[in-house]
């Protein structure tokens, strides 16, 4: 009898699966054995508070009622944490609970994306909108500067028997420039009072959760709502000036006048911009046991890439010059041969469907479209190998010098080079020599490459700052990481081809091991689809290779 599916059996650690926990970590809420600490807090995870498993209910808050008493539930209905002296009052009955780590973290999650909000476009929203009124009022000044010049010009026509009318009309324009005045300057500062408050609604949360005081976070009462309810836009309506000729008896009314004028708001005048990149679907957990449900035998030669094009079909390519597209009933819908006649290094596609492939040997990166190849991109120097698309529908291609010293990872934004990722802060290069390289982009818009040569994955941020990199896990191999193809799912994790090990790995978006799915031989290429089913090329036979369709979410 296998004692792990025994009910007499030790707890496990929540990583490797294997070993007996040892201790808890109050961050992430997962048991960890001895062997697991030292990797959990390498990189990103360092500073995650480990603690003893016997002391992990040390993380419940205390109960603000009753001192002596930690709060391991949550009332829905009251929106407060409780402890078992609360639930014996009777106040909380029939009340829905919850557990109170759980809501913490859904308190945290939404703080920390309120604060997000706040930085990244409410504020620089408010931002706009100050600058937008001051660009009025500069305009403002200047248009009365012009009108106040026609008005002079028009008085000198007349001469002094209109010094008067001349005299009342700059009184009204003038009087018109302080009534504008002082509307956009009220606007402006009532714009800035409300900017001043969000300001200090981020130093609050920034307080907030450097404290980590659960209580706080749990009674935290979002005002993002409020600060979503932009001001209403103020127009200024200009008068325009104008001068009758033809009777010259009633001067007041023929030297000219000021056409109507007001300051009024447009409710609808300021929006805020939705991000491109599209929000996380909802949390789906993975699979105990992953599943194969398709199967298509594509017959090329040593295939090693692999792209999903919609749920229901597969481009392909490999070591022969020939780039192929099959549907999930092992049918071959098409097949062209790659311009230079040469085989190619990758293929990826553009959010469009059109297919972009990478030509190492001519130096170049094509794009097919109705059939037919253009070459978009010629280099001197360097060989573009592996690429995949963004959710910005930019490029990404890892590329290595012609003498196989240097690599280094490019971005393109329509075929023009705007990114060149090679090196760390102190200088030194983020990527081996030479070539094998996969690559994607996950959720985060972090540019996580597959280093063969190195032995790792290589993860940086957008802006192409370090990470973590991840070499492996010794208890979840037998032999040494040999990581190949590389992609990304819809809850931003990372998925690893291991060639040597037969397996590949579920690593979540800070490198910290999932999930080890076994038998598959020999996997290489990888790819996601649309609906986190993930396609491996099995790289096991020369001429027989597999694409096989799992379910492991």
């Known amino acids: 009898m296998n004692t792990r599916y025994c009910a007499q059996d030790v707890l496990r650690c929540s990583v490797c699966k294997e070993d007996p926990l040892h201790s808890y970590c109050q961050l992430c809420h997962i048991n960890l054995c001895t062997n697991c600490i030292e990797s959990h807090l390498s990189d990103s995870n360092k500073h995650h508070p480990v603690v003893p498993y016997q002391t992990k209910n040390n993380n419940y808050p205390p109960c603000p009622q ?5 709060c391991e539930d949550f009332c829905e209905k009251c929106d407060v944490p409780v402890c078992s002296n609360c639930l014996s009052s009777g106040k909380h009955n029939r009340h829905t609970l919850s557990d109170v780590l759980q809501k913490l973290r859904e308190k945290t999650e939404d703080l920390k994306n309120d604060l997000k909000e706040l930085q990244d476009r409410i504020r620089p929203k408010y931002e706009e ?28 026509d007349w001469h002094r028997k209109i010094d008067i009318v001349v005299n009342k009309r700059l009184s009204e324009a003038e009087e018109m420039k302080n009534k504008y005045h002082t509307a956009l300057s009220k606007h402006e500062k009532d714009v800035r009072d409300t900017a001043s408050e969000i300001e200090q609604s981020i130093l609050d949360l920034e307080k907030m959760l450097d404290s980590n005081d659960a209580f706080l976070i749990s009674v935290y009462e979002s005002r993002n709502t409020e600060f979503r309810s932009f001001p209403p836009r103020v127009l200024v309506t200009v008068p325009i000036f104008t001068s009758p000729r033809d009777n010259k008896e009633q001067l007041d009314q023929l030297f000219g006048s000021l056409s109507g004028s007001d300051v009024k708001t447009d409710e609808n005048g300021y929006t805020m911009e939705e991000p491109e990149i599209p929000t996380s679907p909802p949390f789906k957990p993975l699979l105990n046991q992953p599943r194969t449900t398709v199967c298509i035998n594509i017959g090329q030669t040593w295939p090693n890439s692999v792209a999903c094009l919609g749920d229901d079909k597969v481009w392909t390519c490999g070591y022969d010059n020939s780039i192929r597209l099959y549907n999930l009933q092992n ?13 190619p290094g990758d293929i990826a596609l553009m959010r469009s469907g059109e297919l972009v492939y990478t030509d190492p040997q001519a130096r170049g990166i094509n794009k097919v479209k109705n059939k037919k190849i253009k070459e978009m991109v010629r280099f001197k120097g360097w060989m573009p190998f592996n690429v995949c698309s963004t959710f910005s529908d930019d490029l990404l291609v890892s590329m290595c010098s012609v003498d196989y010293s240097e690599s280094k990872v490019v971005r393109f934004s329509d075929f023009t080079e705007t990114q060149t990722v090679q090196f760390n802060n102190d200088g030194t290069p983020l990527y081996s020599p030479g070539f094998g390289k996969y690559i994607t982009e996950n959720r985060n818009l972090d540019i996580c490459v597959s280093d063969g040569n190195a032995m790792a994955v290589v993860v940086v941020s957008r802006a192409g700052k370090l990470r973590f990199r991840y070499t492996g896990h010794p208890s979840s191999a037998t032999g040494p990481f040999t990581p190949r193809g590389i992609a990304a799912d819809g809850q931003s994790q990372i998925l690893v081809a291991d060639i040597n090990n037969h397996c590949v790995y579920v690593l979540d978006s800070d490198g910290a091991l999932l999930r080890k799915m076994c038998q598959i031989t020999s996997p290489y290429g990888i790819c996601v689809d649309s609906r986190d089913n993930l396609y491996v090329i099995e790289w096991n036979q020369p001429s027989m290779g597999m694409v096989r369709k799992i379910q492991y979410m």
């Open 129 to 156: 909108i100050v600058t937008d009124l001051r660009t009025q009022e500069a305009s403002l000044d200047t248009y009365c500067a012009e009108l106040t010049a026609a008005i002079v010009r028009e008085g000198e």
């Open 66 to 70: 009753h001192r002596d008493r930690h």
């Open 331 to 343: 049918r071959l819908l098409k097949s062209l041969q790659t311009k230079s006649g040469k085989i």
